[in-house]
């Protein structure tokens, strides 16, 4: 089956610093990629995605690639503010199992101090 | 706007008590979710539904049930509520153009403590 791993925090930084969040997933078919967030208090919220093999997702100063010949899809920002502190999921879509259906990782938590 | 609203928000009962989290979305979504979150388990999926009445088992079903007799609306019940059903419950809605791109729409969550 489908399954996405990321790596387990908590992630504490000091702002200005460098991001990365790993990710790595199993998949059957040929997955879309996702990363959501969710910031305190809140529901999840797509933060980006990538369809297909090299696509690179961006938003809000993140950015992540689809690399299938390592199934990753690691989440990086250049530099963190304290407002990107939240729980970060990284999950995949299989249209075998339906465009609806998202495998989710067990999320990661990150702490950007001032 | 476009949401997802959840109620209650946050709830203490009782074993055996039973309850329902409602769910409602005003996006005229086809396919919505439940999920549990837990500490170090992340999301689990509970129930979904495809369209009006159309229901199906996620990861984690036992202890729930839910219906779907609107699309709108999809309430989730705990018949007789356990302590392990403890935990922060999200709705969820995706539709025919937001589902190809992957994206759910989901609620603020809603806190619940089985004593």
């Known amino acids: 089956g489908n399954s996405v791993t990321q790596m387990e925090g908590p992630v504490t930084l000091s702002e200005e610093a460098f991001l990365t969040i790993n990710c790595t997933y199993t998949a059957t078919g040929y997955p879309s990629l996702f990363w959501y967030v969710q910031y305190p208090g809140e529901g999840l919220q797509l933060l980006l995605k990538?369809?297909?093999?090299?696509d690179k997702g961006s938003n809000k100063g993140f950015e992540a690639t689809y690399r299938k010949e390592t199934t990753s899809f690691h989440l990086e920002k250049g530099s963190v503010q304290v407002s990107d502190s939240a729980v970060y999921f990284c999950a995949l879509s299989d249209p075998g199992a339906g465009s609806y259906q998202l495998t989710f990782g067990k999320g990661t938590k990150l702490s950007v101090i001032p | 706007e476009a949401q997802v609203t959840q109620n209650p928000r946050y709830l203490i009962t009782v074993t055996g008590k039973k309850l329902t989290v409602t769910c409602s979305q005003n996006m005229n979504h086809e396919y919505m979710s439940w999920y549990r979150q837990d500490p170090g388990l992340g999301l689990r999926q509970i129930y979904y539904?495809?369209?009006?009445?159309?229901?199906d088992k996620g990861d984690v079903p036992e202890g729930y049930k839910v219906s779907r007799k609107e699309k709108r609306n999809f309430p989730l019940i705990l018949e007789s509520p356990s302590p392990n059903q403890t935990s922060l419950y999200f709705c969820?809605?995706?539709?025919?153009?937001?589902?190809?791109?992957?994206?759910?729409?989901f609620g603020e969550g809603s806190r619940l403590t089985v004593l």
């Open positions: 539904s495809m369209n009006v009445e159309v229901t």
């Open positions: 990538a369809t297909k093999a090299d």
């Open positions: 969820a809605s995706s539709g025919r153009l937001a589902g190809a791109s992957g994206e759910l729409f």
